[in-house]
């Protein structure tokens, strides 16, 4: 019987985000040029890492341990409150980044594909990469309201399924064959 080690379930992660993100169309890996860009179009940055003391200008955090459930259990409720609370909306571009080639980051763009209605960015190179480029890390995280958001994942041709659209199907139904 093999037995799972750390390293082999990082690989594991690694390999499978890495497949998701090359099979789609709607995240982008970025360089601090192409995410500053990015940032300047109206996107909002998101830093996985948990204790940095700076990181690119306006970006939001949210608890390790909230992202940590979602990575781990696909727990949807624990995502939809932590991005809420931190003000990020989904339906808006948004460049992930952490350290360099931040298996964690590579995992929250895969899982994020099917809930996620505005384009996924990583910054491959992360915080690093920004500040060796020569752009200015901010030690003050972005001051965002929350922004409060009902997930609901794709329904597998790109187009979101609405919460509750079974319902209102069948609720339409009912009113329609009752006249």
Known sequence: MLTRTPLLSRCFIAALASLALLGSA?????SAPAAEAALGDGALAWDLRAQAAAGLPGARRIEAAELERWLQ???????????????LDLSRDIVIYGEPGDLRAQALLASLQPLARGRLHWLVGGASEWAMSGRALSTASGVRHPVPQRLVASNGR??????????????????????
């Open 26 to 30: 709607r995240a982008d890996l970025l």
């Open 73 to 87: 259990r696909g727990d949807l409720a624990a995502l939809e409150a932590a991005v809420s609370r931190a003000g």
């Open 158 to 179: 790109g187009a979101g399924v609405m919460a509750g659209a079974a319902w209102r199907s069948s609720a339409t139904e009912e009113l329609l064959a009752a006249r």
